[in-house]
Structures are given as C-alpha cells and as structure tokens.
C-alpha cells in the first residue's frame, strides 16, 4: 500500500543552523508530495508541494526537491529560525482523493 | 487564519457517551476529509466525502464511528459510545476540488477527551 516514512521524530537546533527532515514513500502512483506545517494549537497547513522529478521547489525559505528515484521529499532551511519550531508532516497523494500522511517531525529551534 | 471552521475545540465525554462535532468546509470547497490525530501527532484517516457522497472510509465495523456531510449543513462526525482510546484531535479538512494535486485546508480541530 502508500506510505511514507520519516525518520526523525524530535529534531532540535540552534537557531541560524541548516535543516533537512527526511521523508521517504512508497506507492505504485506517480504521485504529489506535500509538506504540511502544525504550530502549537494552529490548523495544520501547506508548506510546499510538488510532483516533478528533481526540481526543486521553495516557500518561505524551505525547499525540497522531488527524487523519484529514491522516492524521497526531504525538507531543508539553511537557516532555521525560532519560529519554524513547529511539527512537520510529509504527505503523499497517489490520486483518488487518498492522503497519506508521515508520522510527523517536531522541530524545535533553540536561541 | 484557518477558514475551516471545527466546533466545539473542545469536548470532554465519559465512557460511553456520544460525542459529535461539526465542520464547515471552505467555501466552494466540496471534497472533506476527517482525521484522528493522537497524543503521537500520528494521523489515522477516517472518512471523505465529495459533497454528500462517501468517497472512502476505514473499516469501522464497530459502527461506533458515524459521518455525514448533509446538504446546506456542516458536516458532522460522531462517535456513538465514547472510549478512552478515542481520546485525540479530530481534524476536518476541506479540498477544492479532487484531484491528486490538490492541498487540503484543514480547521483547528476538535480535542476530545474521554475521561
């Protein structure tokens, strides 16, 4: 079946370091990876998405690039700030009106 | 701010008592979506709907589980005899349209607590 894993469960970082969150999946589709964002007591919401191979794709400083051949979506930031403390879900679409999500990262940026 | 509206964002139930609540969907928006989400962050999907039609849902031959995206009312999820495990974050999400591209917009959720 569709599945994605990430890896990490807890990341924690001082502010002004890079980041990567792995996500990896598994489907039979060509599908959409997503990231979706969770602040604390705050409606999950998109961060990127994308369905093409080896572009790279960017918002509010976070990027990620679709490899199919790993079949990965990791997230990265240069730098992090204080405020991407947050959970992180990977999400997978392979059609059909089916979303599979990640179990999630939390990161958490320290000063 | 999120135009997923979930009520209450709260609910506290005994074992065995009936717990409902409610999502109005985006504007416009006619594919929703209900997830747990547990005390792991985890998402377990339970039901979507396309307007008023069931598109997918888990097995849920406890039949404790029931939905239902009515017509010109909010759609609605409700369990029948509430248990500790049920105890999480019951998120509802709403999609424009149904393609596999699309984003979901999702509410704040309500928390259930089943004491």
């Known amino acids: 079946g569709d599945s994605v894993t990430q890896t990490e469960g807890l990341v924690t970082l001082t502010k002004g370091l890079p980041v990567m969150l792995n996500c990896t999946y598994q489907?039979?589709?060509?599908?959409?990876l997503f990231w979706y964002v969770q602040h604390l007591n705050e409606a999950p919401k998109l961060l990127l998405k994308?369905?093409?191979?080896?572009k790279r794709t960017e918002h509010q400083g976070f990027y990620a690039t679709l490899h199919k051949s790993s079949s990965s979506f990791h997230l990265q930031k240069s730098s992090v700030q204080l405020s991407d403390s947050a959970l992180y879900f990977c999400?997978?679409?392979?059609?059909?009106?089916?979303?599979?999500f990640g179990s999630g990262t939390r990161l958490l940026v320290s000063p | 701010n999120s135009k997923v509206i979930q009520t209450p964002r709260y609910l506290v139930k005994g074992q065995g008592q009936k717990a409902k609540m409610r999502c109005i969907p985006e504007?416009?928006?006619?594919?929703v979506f209900w997830y747990q989400q547990n005390k792991n962050n985890e998402f377990k999907f339970l039901i979507n709907?396309?307007?008023?039609?069931?598109?997918?849902q888990i097995d849920m031959t406890e039949k404790r589980f029931s939905a239902e995206c009515p017509s010109n009312s909010p759609c609605s999820l409700e369990i029948q005899s509430s248990e500790a495990g049920d105890s999480a974050l019951y998120l509802c999400?709403?999609?424009?349209?149904?393609?596999?591209?699309?984003?979901?917009?999702f509410g704040h959720g309500t928390k259930l607590s089943v004491l």
């Open positions: 504007k416009g928006h006619p594919v």
């Open positions: 999400a709403s999609s424009p349209g149904q393609g596999a591209n699309e984003r979901l917009f």
């Open positions: 994308s369905s093409t191979d080896n």
């Open positions: 709907f396309q307007n008023q039609e069931v598109l997918q």
């Open positions: 489907t039979t589709y060509s599908p959409f």
């Open positions: 999400a997978l679409s392979p059609g059909g009106y089916k979303v599979v």
